[in-house]
């Protein structure tokens, strides 16, 4: 039987509760959102990387959980914190997005739509041994450093 279900559930209840506290602590929602969001895919990343380096002993369990957060993640709509106005030239520190991310001729909806891809792959195979969820896992890296190379302002 298939969790997915289940961890996509889960994750609408955070990313609701995450925009609630967002609002009512300043900032702008959608940034906050967002931001939320891309923390989550963070903390998986670093599961599955920190395996695929070594640095965490590989888990069939926690590499699928990982994997499938991943690709539930990579499913929800995200259009309502991915609006014009909340840019690094509106918002300044507040955000690492560039303007030219909703630009004509943006390929960041394009590389969305791989990494999502990339992702279901991934949790296709991440509780098949480290050497398939490591493979799998460039895919994923692969496409979430374009978009940030091309759309995200550097840490300074």
């Known amino acids: 039987m298939s969790r997915l ?4 559930a889960s994750v609408a209840v955070v990313a609701t509760a995450g925009i609630a506290i967002a609002g009512s602590h300043g900032g702008n929602p959608a940034v906050k959102a967002r ?3 891309m923390s989550l895919y963070a903390f998986n990343m670093a599961t599955l990387g920190g395996m695929a380096k070594g640095e965490i002993e590989y888990n069939a369990d926690a590499a ?3 994997a499938g957060n991943m690709a539930a993640l990579s499913t929800l709509a995200q259009g309502a914190y991915w609006v014009p106005g909340t840019s690094t030239a509106e918002l300044g520190e507040e955000t690492r997005a560039l303007p030219k991310i909703w ?10 739509g791989r990494m999502a ?3 279901q792959q991934l949790a296709a195979v991440a509780g098949d041994g480290k050497d398939a969820m490591a493979g799998a896992l460039g895919g994923v890296g692969k496409e979430c ?3 940030h190379k091309g759309y995200r ?3 300074e």
């Open 5 to 8: 279900p289940m961890i996509i």
């Open 35 to 37: 931001q939320a969001h």
């Open 64 to 66: 699928k959980a990982a």
């Open 103 to 112: 630009e004509a001729g943006s390929t960041a909806g394009e590389i969305g």
């Open 117 to 119: 891809e990339a992702a």
């Open 145 to 147: 450093s374009a978009c």
């Open 153 to 155: 302002q550097p840490q």
